[in-house]
């Protein structure tokens, strides 16, 4: 039969411009089957005409045609096109091979029982295609467990999983149980967390995840010709749910195969047609057309999401270097520099996934253009936007909650920021990362009960991510727990990306009692382990909070030796802002004035810079210019955004706003301001701004002429630096204003 038919049609019945459908996604909405089972229709005669004058040859096709073609015999077509596949290989490997009556024995029963074996297959899989379909609900999880592999070729090893999980991720219908809660449950069931999931531990884990089915896969071949297995099974009794079978003549095509059948499994499933019409990317495109680069991105992955960074660094990278149009293998490596805090590096990585950004699925697509305005341009109005619009196409999907729960964090929203956090964790309850967000959302409202039970829970559940170590440090601090939190430091010795943090934690801890030295030595001692895992950003936002620790202290040599030295290793906007403003705060205004414009210029789509940094930098830079009215009329703008939890310089907005109050003789205003410090504390931890919040307080009372209060305030910093070292300029202001003060009232000093 002709593939255009124009010439058979009755011209007397032409059909109208009302009967025309313009493109293959309308003639396969059409004839309600994808568009890619639609465009294999072509080779069985599908009425089409193509656009000759189109470069990219358009087609498009009339609904009577159709409907001729369709009720001739062809709606049995999907059906005899599955059993013509199933059959293909025998006669092309036959074929192939040819008379051979002089061959070696062992070769010919070689390939006997490899026919064998396809036949088994092919009769497997005809009979379920007679049964009824028993499709899951958009309730049920799915368990992928491995692929069967008989070819001997390693390159299949965890790549056609990962292959097929990015196809079924597509899906807003189908869940897949997430690989954190599969090392969590095979923990649980005495199995080591990479085991592989063959049929027997697949559908054991299935049950204990309370998932509905379990998917599983095997290729096998003779010679260049695959055969490419899918099978879903119902985990409670065994039965197939589904199951499909491709050819792929040539290991390049076995991907595409992989793609047809996980299209056609998502159909058996349950899934609308509608749905699988738009969102169905081939899985070449993505993710990458190459088994290699999709192997390396699989064990890159599988290591990112182990917490081993630094491993996923180089896998990563293979992955590019093989394709580098890869978008989700840069996404990853992006990932991963952003987990080890160099978020230069990340950004990097970041834009070359936002440029590729069309060579992926819908979700992969949601996935890099939210990465692109978090971590690139800073808008995280946009990004929210996005998470929002990706929370709506994939409800089941547990990125998007758990990112709005950090970004919700960001700018102040607390009570959203724990909504989210207890919806990603409902999504997928053996995360790691999410229980860490989880304990850090109570923490930051100050529920630091509600935090260590979330924390223990992990903890009894075996999941023991290294972050939360970290955060484990932070509620030990605020619960005075110093055996929980030298338990913490003891723990990280000698992890990469654990150590150093809470070495600079410790600097902190040191800094916050007063203890100068000892915390130089923990600040030290951080940078160098941060050099050794060649984390340069990170030592540098070391550098850069140690500046910012001298510069509060008085020590303002010490505070420019210690920006510079950060400021060598990065330019990162963390990295300024902090350097910048411990310069600031050192009187160096002529520099921190360059690198304030520098911010600027830099990041001026970004949320935390415009609102947040740039106007606690204004304001400082004009208190030194003793212009106070300028400095408060400069930190209006931060206002909704300056109790956000943004690392290390969290809640500076509101520290610098209590000096300029104080500069100003405006007592009571700066009473608010330090008294707001100190009622956040779970959101400034160990910050050395804390401690020093206790100091102005004192300062403001003494400003309202309330010498009750100054006195308890000034006993209150006093107290707490007791073990100080002598020589810190802000001590010794300290207690010369406490003299003065007791001499002028007759207070006894204490």
């Known amino acids: 039969m002709p593939n255009d038919i124009t010439d058979l049609r009755d011209r007397s019945a032409e059909p109208t411009s009302g009967d025309r459908l313009d493109s293959w996604k309308e003639i396969a909405v059409y004839l309600k089957h994808s568009e890619r089972t639609v465009r294999r229709w072509q080779e069985e005669g599908l009425p089409i005409h193509r656009h000759a004058h189109k470069k990219r040859a358009g087609v498009y096709a009339y609904k009577p045609d159709l409907d ?101 991720e597509q899906s807003p219908f189908l869940s897949l149980v997430s690989d954190e809660q599969i090392q969590q449950t095979l923990r649980l069931m005495g199995q080591p967390h990479e085991a592989r999931l063959t049929s027997e531990i697949a559908r054991d884990l299935c049950q204990r995840a309370g998932s509905k089915a379990y998917i599983r896969g095997s290729i096998t071949n003779l010679g260049n010709d695959y055969v490419i297995g899918l099978t879903a099974v119902n985990c409670a009794t065994g039965d197939s749910l589904a199951q499909e079978q491709m050819q792929a003549i040539g290991k390049e095509k076995v991907l595409d195969a992989l793609g ?22 081939p899985v070449e495109q993505a993710t990458t057309p190459l088994l290699e680069a999709l192997q390396a991105y699989n064990q890159g992955y599988k290591a990112l999401t182990n917490g081993e960074f630094a491993a996923a660094v180089p896998l990563a990278q293979r992955a590019i270097r093989l394709d580098q149009n890869f978008a989700m293998a840069y996404a990853l490596l992006g990932d991963t520099y952003s987990s080890l805090g160099e978020t230069g590096l990340a950004a990097e990585n970041y834009l070359k996934a936002y440029e590729l950004r069309d060579r992926g699925s819908e979700r992969e697509r949601l996935y890099i253009e939210s990465d692109y305005h978090q971590s690139i341009t800073g808008d995280l109005e946009k990004a929210r936007q996005i998470y929002e619009l990706w929370a709506q196409t994939y409800p089941r999907d547990y990125v998007p909650p758990l990112n709005l729960c950090l970004i919700y964090g960001n700018v102040a929203q607390y009570d959203k920021s724990l909504l989210e956090a207890r919806e990603s964790h409902r999504l997928s309850p053996a995360n790691g990362y999410i229980y860490a967000a989880f304990v850090t959302s109570y923490i930051n409202l100050n529920r630091l009960q509600e935090a260590q039970a979330a924390a223990d829970e992990a903890l009894a559940k075996n999941i023991d991510p290294a972050l939360l170590h970290i955060i484990l440090y932070q509620l030990a601090f605020l619960k005075n727990d110093a055996v929980g939190m030298v338990r913490q430091i003891a723990s990280s010795a000698g992890k990469p990306g654990v150590e150093d943090v809470l070495l600079a934690s410790e600097a902190d801890t040191a800094a916050y ?29 070391y550098e850069a909070g140690a500046a910012l620790m001298e510069a509060l202290l008085g020590n303002t040599a010490q505070a420019r030796e210690r920006a510079a030295s950060a400021l060598v290793l990065s330019t990162g906007r963390y990295v300024q802002y902090g350097a910048a403003l411990a310069l600031a705060l050192a009187g160096d205004a002529a520099r921190a004035q360059a690198l304030t414009d520098d911010l600027a210029k830099r990041f001026p789509q970004d949320t935390l810079v415009r609102f947040n940094y740039l106007s606690t930098l204004h304001a400082q830079l004009a208190l030194n210019d003793n212009n106070t009215l300028k400095a408060i009329e400069t930190l209006q703008a931060a206002i909704p955004y300056e109790l956000g939890s943004v690392g290390y310089v969290t809640l500076y907005p509101v520290f ?95």
């Open 513 to 541: 009692s007063g203890r100068l030295e000892k915390a130089r030595e923990f600040s030290r001692r951080a940078v160098s382990a941060a050099e050794r895992a060649e984390e340069k950003e990170v030592a540098a936002g």
């Open 260 to 281: 047809r059948g996980a299209t056609n499994l998502r159909e058996k499933l349950g899934e609308s047609l509608g749905s699988i019409q738009k969102f169905d990317a």
């Open 68 to 168: 001729a073609w369709w009720n001739n015999g062809h709606a049995r077509l999907e059906e005899l096109e599955r059993a013509q596949a199933a059959r293909r290989p025998w006669f092309s490997w036959l074929a192939k091979r040819g008379p051979n009556p002089v061959g070696d024995l062992r070769e010919q029963l070689a390939a006997t029982g490899a026919i064998l074996l396809v036949t088994g297959l092919t009769l497997g899989g005809w009979l379920s295609f007679s049964r009824k379909a028993h499709t899951l609900t958009e309730k049920d999880t799915i368990v992928l467990g491995d692929f069967t592999n008989t070819t001997g070729d390693t390159v299949f090893e965890g790549t056609l999983r990962q292959g097929l999980a990015v196809q079924l």
């Open 656 to 750: 610098v706003r209590g000096e300029v109050y104080l500069a100003a003789r405006h007592g009571s205003e700066a009473a608010v301001e330090f008294q707001k410090l100190l009622d956040y504390r779970g959101l400034l931890g160990n910050s050395p701004i804390g401690a020093l919040a206790r100091l102005g307080l004192a300062r403001a009372y003494v400003l309202q002429g309330d010498t009750v209060k100054a006195h308890a305030a000034y006993q209150d910093f006093l107290t707490l630096w007791k073990d100080a070292d002598p020589d810190i300029p802000i001590l010794i202001a300290a207690k010369k204003e406490y003299a003065k003060l007791v001499h002028r009232i007759g207070f006894p000093q204490q």
